[in-house]
């Protein structure tokens, strides 16, 4: 079992205020930077627990484990097989966001209530997965969706693992006070 990182996030998150303060992630991958809009309008819990995981460092060195081309693009599990987490749930947002190229969401279980700190971010157009998965944030630019796309079109194995890992160096918290 993981260790329990929440009270860590917890305190990582203490200073978001999404009324006051606009907030991106960046990931700097080995296929370049992307950089997400977050959509704390529809999925508040999802971008806290996105912003205090990334400002702990836990997506630093993580692996692209799952990459199906044109579907989708999964990290965030620490042992890089899909089945790991931050030692805690959290609950779903499911929002009438479309899944659509750049879209970032929660992987989760077939329990709806379980995701943790697993991420995908769309290939394409996934109708399937409206209403079903949170999406919480998009691609905030072109070189973003590229390199996220880019990453998409990996050579894969066995259990849609990249041949060759591709993963997040770093991953930073961007904050912009709103005007």
């Not at 700097?28 to 959509?39: E, F, N, P, Y």
């Not at 704390?40 to 836990?58: E, F, W």
């Not at 749930?89 to 995701?115: C, W």
Request: with cysteine; proline share 4%; net charge negative.
């Amino acid at each position: 079992m993981a260790a329990n990182r929440r009270a860590e996030v917890d305190k990582a998150i203490a200073d978001v205020d999404f009324s006051a303060n606009d907030y991106q992630i960046e990931f700097d991958t080995d296929a370049g930077k992307i950089v997400v809009d977050l959509w704390p309008d529809v999925a508040p819990g999802h971008c806290k627990n996105i912003i205090g995981l990334t400002k702990i460092g836990y997506y630093d060195g993580i692996i692209f484990h799952r990459v199906i081309s044109g579907f989708v693009i999964q990290a965030g599990c620490p042992e890089g097989r899909g089945t790991g987490g931050p030692g805690y749930k959290i609950n779903q947002e499911f929002n009438d966001r479309l899944h659509e190229a750049g879209v970032l969401s929660m992987a989760r279980t077939n329990d709806p209530n379980s995701a943790g700190s697993q991420f995908f971010i769309c290939m394409g157009r996934v109708a399937s997965l409206d209403r079903q998965y949170t999406g919480f944030g998009v691609t905030a630019d072109e070189e973003s969706l590229k390199n996220a796309l880019s990453i998409g079109d990996v050579k894969t194995g066995p259990g849609d693992r990249p041949v060759t890992d591709v993963a997040i160096k770093t991953g930073r918290v961007l904050v912009t006070p709103k005007a």
